[in-house]
């Protein structure tokens, strides 16, 4: 017993460290036509706490493409208040905003207080406050940056949620779950046989996927905070694509048992299966639309992988994609009006349509691109790409403008897909 | 009762060395602590298990066609070429001659196109070499098609010659692992 106490807490520490070594870290490789200038001062006694809190919020706003962190390092500049702040020398240095905060200790919690102030102005635009124990401070950063962000950008952020993907090194696989910025990677499932299609379930707490270690592809769904795990889907042939209603209730799944590979439906403990796609021999990455009430899949029936839409019977099919021989993996923006999709177009390439015009616009000039997905805020889509012939994980906004990489220290990265916020 | 403190010294132990990552945000205005379904603690599964081995020598043995287990195919093609005819029939006749055994056939794609899509066409490999075990009358029952898609490739690269090589069918009799 003490034996198995010790083997346990040995595999805890490896896997802790583990973690501190498996981080990504993003590169920003475009930004977008406009930046705003932002300066963030040092909050008040944050050298205290080992999880400092403005450098996440500057590396978020700084990522996004879509700021400009300016540096105000003189310490003559440094305030913890509105009053206090040296609006000259701000205005001198270029900030068009400033961020001022302070961090007081309440017994084990910790309290964080922040401004975000316009310059030109001197007024407040945002003043806040949030409560939590010294280890959320990280997830604290990231809701700060995204409440700074909506408020000057007008949209929602998306720093405060968390991404998926399958880590390859060799003949490890690893499902892993890491914060959008990368940091934090946890591994969910460790297998020497393929993982794929990690798909977040939409309240977050649980991941469908597939996984190969009965030698054959199963469809598995995933409690994160339990490690509780069973079969959504093993029927005799291939148990593929996993995909969530928005009521988390179904998944959508791709089956080959009748032959051929068809979308069914299943509820989420693998029960009452039935068929969705009529026609063609290959229907699958099955998607919902944001509504529940219809899907988006691939399929060979016109004679190339095209996307099409259907009701959830399979009635009233309708192909969406007209441009080129091969369009798959469509993705619903949040808000429903879009979908990301991969388009080969000299290369498999991320591509956008908007779905009422059916206008289309291709996003990146890369050649292996697979698996995009929006963020919960629908300005970034998430996927795959290869660098130096090398799975890895980069990040374009919707318009195509700003660019970010999310950079592995080992092995492949594969197969992402963003989460929604956490809150 | 020596349990029950065991256990508690275990969630001791466990409490003293997990890691930084946050539990779920306290957030003072909700009133509302504890694991939600957000939580960021992550318990970690590990399917690693050790391969079982074929009771069937002549599987195996170099110098038999059934040692052979690869079938490839040509280039966005799904049909099983002359070339590997003799190799599947030497299967077909030792499943018709074993009806306790069993394979998995697992189709195989390069990696141009996306993962899922390429699971659907590794499938349609699998199921051409199950088109022809069936055509020289093994039972269904002793046959399952699978497909891996582009997820085992043999060989990686962007080159054709990789590409030729991960466009196949495997042949995995029960109980073994396939490399």
Redesign the interface.
Known sequence: MLQRVFRQLTFLLLLASSVAQADMTIEVVGVGSQQYPIAILPFQNEQLDRQSVTPVIASDLNTSGVFKVLNFNDPSLQAYTPAALNYAALQAGGAQYAVIGQMLNEGGQVLVKFWLIDVASKQELIAFEKRGSPNQLRRISHQIADMIYAKITGKPGAFASRIAYVLKNGKSYQLQVADADGYGAQTVLKSRMPIMSPKWSPDGGKLAYVSFELEKPVVYVHELATGKRWTAANFKGSNSAPAWSPDGRQLAVVLTKDGGSQIFLVNVDGSNPRRVSQGGEINTEPTFTTDGQSILFTSDRGGSPQIYRSSLNGGNAERLTFSGAYNASAKVSPDGKYMTYITRDNGYRVAVMDLNTRRSNTLTSSTMDDSPSFAPNGAMILYETDIGRRGTLAIVSSDGKVKQRLKSPNGEVRQPAWGPMLR | MK?IA?SI??AA??GA???????A????AAGNAG???????????????TSGKSMYPELTDPSNVLSQRRVYFDYDSYVVRPDFNEMVQAHAKFLLSHKDVKI?L?GNTD???????N???G??RA?AVNSMLKALGVPAGQI??????E??PLE???TDEAWSRNRRADI?YSGE??Q
């Open positions: 349990k065991l010294m275990m132990l466990l060395c997990s890691t930084t990552p946050p539990a945000i306290v957030d003072p694991k939600d379904a957000n939580s960021s603690e992550i318990k970690t599964v590990d399917t690693s298990k998995i697992q990696n141009r196109g996306t993962a899922e899509y699971l659907a066409l499938q349609k199921e399952e098609a699978v497909s891996f898609g997820e085992r990686n690269g962007d995995v692992q396939s």
